[in-house]
């Protein structure tokens, strides 16, 4: 089976629910670990790379942030 692939902003929902009642996360950070943002609370946590994918129901859509503006995070 083909890893997965992960880029910045991509928005993901995870088979289990975080404390918050959320379902739904970003990739803010890419390497052996995954940092991922809650959407609902902004919590993050790292998780292994096998751990992500394992727990990965589907991929979101992105969505647009408005360009130019390096401060357009949350």
């Known amino acids: 089976m083909q890893p ?11 088979r289990k629910q975080h ?12 390497g ?3 940092g991922l943002r809650c959407e609902k609370c902004g ?3 790292l998780l ?7 727990r990965t129901k589907q991929k979101l859509p992105r969505i647009a942030k408005p ?3 390096p401060f357009a995070e949350e």
Do not use: H, K, T, Y
């Open 4 to 14: 997965m692939q992960f880029e910045l902003g991509d928005r993901l929902r995870l």
């Open 67 to 69: 360009e130019g503006d």
């Open 48 to 54: 292994p790379r096998s751990e992500v994918e394992r």
């Open 19 to 30: 404390p918050c009642g959320n379902f739904d996360w970003e990739v803010v950070r890419l």
């Open 32 to 34: 052996a670990d995954i």
């Open 43 to 45: 919590r993050r946590v």
